[in-house]
């Protein structure tokens, strides 16, 4: 194949002139027999353009850095897109934070990257939207994604109904939850607040469905909100058997709020968390705890990327990643 060095050397003009025509750069003053010369030339040598491919990735996640500091879930899923993306030999953009303080959204910095990877619970709408400025994107852990749209993520309804009937046949019935309410961001960064959790949901129609009493507390999501409801209950007597934390870091609030008041785990109550993020394993006693493959995800969103930006793949993919429970000091079936 003809080079840019082969039309120079016929036209009798530098490589650098060249490329700029052929690049139809408007900064270049080159005669029009020239420019016409270099055309014609290139049409007979049968040259041909080579596009280079476009490695970037833009990361965009609604949670702010100080959330990812309380909250060591975002950081981890951040971190592991970032390993894949060193491994596969991509390159990755200053993350975009649409987390309520973020000022007008760069659709042109978007729209220029090789792909996004897009995490958190954003709207339908702004999925959408950020689909029509480049399709080249993989959402991370949200199942209301469009079928159009690439995504990986974990049945949590699955997870938590599982859960629900392992603790029903250990013989208890007393059952609680503690969680938060479940966060969606448009692209303004605007929240809106419901009780849509999928734990939370699944938690109450099992409760209708078994005639269970509800002992459902939706206090937030980090460690000082669950000790301080937990210390209500304790001071109420409201404890249950076993009580299910929504993320792990509300079940490190609940343990620590027990171990000051002498309640033992799991001889007085037993307790089982969601994510099994690495900051658990350095509590005692150990949590059991539903464990999400947030490695697993970040390597499928990036592999997913890649293939999108190398157009290896033209069909959106939903990839679900297991959720499991890791049995430990804090629950255990047997």
Known sequence: MASIRDIAREANVSPGTVSRVLNNDPTISVAQNTRERIFSIAEKLRYEKVT?????????????????????????????????VKRLKLSLKKTIRIDGTTQTLDEQKIAKSGALIVIGNFSVEALEQ????????????????????????????????????????????????????????????????????????????????NNIEQQAYLCGWNKEQSAEQLKSLIEKDQLPEVFIAGNDMV????????????????????????????????????ISS?????????????????????????????????????????????
């Open 130 to 209: 950020l689909y029509a400025i480049n399709p080249n994107l993989v959402v991370i852990n949200n199942p209301q994604t469009p079928q159009y749209i690439d995504a990986v993520y974990s049945n949590i309804e699955d997870a938590m109904h599982n859960l629900l009937t392992k603790i029903q046949s250990t013989g208890h019935s007393i059952i609680g939850y503690m969680g938060g309410l479940h966060t969606t961001r448009d692209l303004a960064g605007n929240a809106t607040m419901s009780e849509n959790d999928p734990r939370y949901k699944v938690y109450k129609k099992w409760c209708d469905d």
């Open 251 to 286: 079940a490190i609030g609940i343990i620590q709020q027990l171990l000051q008041h002498g309640i033992q785990l799991p001889d007085d109550i037993k307790l089982i968390s969601f994510n099994d993020l690495e900051v658990i394993q350095y509590v005692t006693p150990s």
């Open 52 to 84: 280079r491919t476009n490695k970037s990735i833009q990361l965009i996640t609604y949670a702010s850095k100080e959330r990812e500091m309380s909250d060591p879930y975002y950081r981890e899923i951040r971190l592991a897109i970032e390993a894949e």
């Open 290 to 334: 539903v464990h999400i493959a947030i490695d697993e995800f970040g390597r499928s969103a990036v592999k997913m990327a890649e293939e999108r930006i190398h157009n290896l793949r033209s069909v959106a993919q939903h990839i679900v990643v297991e959720a499991r429970l890791i049995e430990r000091t804090t629950f255990k079936t047997q």
